[in-house]
């Protein structure tokens, strides 16, 4: 059972709601500007200040755009693309090709042929965003890369990419409480937003900002964020859970990459049987 379960549709709408939100539990008042959603000047969080991550969730973020960038290209070259024969690349098309857009390519977008109207399958991709205090930043790049590379891949053989992020704690003290955060990043029909994916996939400022600032005004979380848990995806989902530090898949750019690849790989007919699927029996 979920005690609070917050839906978003985007990255910004999650921002503003963060943004508004009282504090309900006064023990947060103490310590919101030095160890809050609200503090100043730390890497853990992603950004300098809640209102730099804010200004990069609603007006874009070419920081996190350059972050991912080599990555990304490393990601795409570990990545194998079956391209359907009918795209090419020019100066318009229906949706961009991430690697050459970030690369700032004047044919960067992707037309195809008579047959873009046509129905396509549609692959649900639930990401668990949700963290260890330990994990580095570089392993969040290396993952959202991946991500990033392998739904430019799917999207380019033909099949439709919606992306869906889940945050999900569990009170650390006392009666056990559970506090549960959705965006929808990307629905199956929308173009790869480059600047709005970077931020989301690789700035923790996602979650120990704007999730974080959610929780803080929840009654039943006392000076803690509680501990990140997985979820259960819904039939038709294929699941990504929560990074732990033990994971050597997301070291290097290959590695996220290979990984996520040869995971989605096979996933892809529980989706299409309409079964949940998830990455626990294929941990490295």
Same mark, same amino acid.
């Given at each position: 059972?979920?005690?609070?379960?917050?839906?978003?549709?985007?990255?910004?709408?999650?921002?503003?709601?963060?943004?508004?939100?009282?504090?309900?539990?006064?023990?947060?008042?103490?310590?919101?500007?030095?160890?809050?959603?609200?503090?100043?000047?730390?890497?853990?969080?992603?950004?300098?200040?809640?209102?730099?991550?804010?200004?990069?969730?609603?007006?874009?973020?070419?920081?996190?755009?350059?972050?991912?960038?080599?990555?990304?290209?490393?990601?795409? /070259?570990?990545?194998?693309?079956?391209?359907?024969?009918?795209?090419?690349?020019?100066?318009?098309?229906?949706?961009?090709?991430?690697?050459?857009?970030?690369?700032?390519?004047?044919?960067?977008?992707?037309?195809?042929?008579?047959?873009?109207?046509?129905?396509?399958?549609?692959?649900?991709?639930?990401?668990?965003?949700?963290?260890? &205090?330990?994990?580095?930043? =570089?392993?969040? /790049? &290396?993952?959202?890369?991946?991500?990033?590379?392998?739904?430019?891949?799917?999207?380019?053989?033909?099949?439709?990419?919606?992306?869906?992020?889940?945050?999900?704690?569990?009170?650390?003290?006392?009666?056990?409480?559970?506090?549960?955060?959705?965006?929808?990043?990307?629905?199956?029909?929308?173009?790869?937003?480059?600047?709005?994916?970077?931020?989301?996939?690789?700035?923790?400022?996602?979650?120990?900002?704007? /999730?974080?600032?959610?929780?803080?005004?929840?009654?039943?979380?006392?000076?803690?964020?509680?501990?990140?848990?997985?979820?259960?995806?819904?039939?038709?989902?294929?699941?990504?859970?929560?990074?732990?530090?033990?994971?050597?898949?997301?070291?290097?750019?290959?590695?996220?990459?290979?990984?996520? =690849?040869?995971?989605?790989?096979?996933?892809?007919?529980?989706?299409?049987?309409?079964?949940?699927?998830?990455?626990?029996?294929?941990?490295?």
């Amino acid at each position: 059972m979920t005690d609070i379960l917050l839906t978003f549709d985007g990255i910004a709408a999650l921002a503003q709601a963060a943004k508004d939100r009282p504090v309900i539990n006064a023990a947060w008042n103490g310590m919101i500007d030095s160890a809050g959603s609200r503090c100043a000047g730390s890497a853990w969080h992603g950004t300098d200040s809640f209102d730099n991550a804010f200004d990069r969730a609603t007006q874009g973020s070419p920081e996190d755009r350059a972050t991912i960038a080599t990555t990304l290209e490393a990601a795409q /070259v570990a990545t194998v693309t079956v391209a359907a024969p009918t795209l090419m690349y020019d100066v318009a098309g229906y949706r961009p090709h991430v690697a050459r857009a970030i690369a700032g390519e004047p044919c960067c977008m992707i037309r195809r042929g008579a047959d873009h109207n046509i129905t396509r399958p549609v692959f649900r991709l639930l990401v668990n965003f949700g963290a260890s &205090n330990d994990i580095t930043g =570089q392993r969040r /790049v &290396n993952r959202g890369a991946a991500i990033a590379a392998a739904v430019d891949a799917i999207e380019a053989a033909g099949t439709r990419v919606e992306i869906e992020a889940v945050m999900r704690a569990i009170s650390s003290s006392g009666e056990k409480h559970s506090h549960e955060t959705r965006i929808m990043l990307k629905q199956a029909s929308d173009p790869m937003d480059i600047d709005a994916l970077a931020f989301a996939l690789v700035n923790p400022a996602v979650h120990r900002r704007f /999730v974080f600032s959610l929780r803080e005004g929840a009654s039943f979380f006392w000076e803690s964020y509680g501990s990140p848990q997985d979820v259960i995806p819904e039939s038709g989902q294929v699941y990504l859970p929560l990074m732990t530090a033990h994971e050597g898949q997301w070291e290097t750019p290959t590695r996220a990459a290979q990984y996520v =690849q040869g995971f989605l790989e096979s996933a892809s007919q529980f989706a299409i049987d309409g079964l949940a699927h998830d990455a626990h029996n294929v941990r490295a």
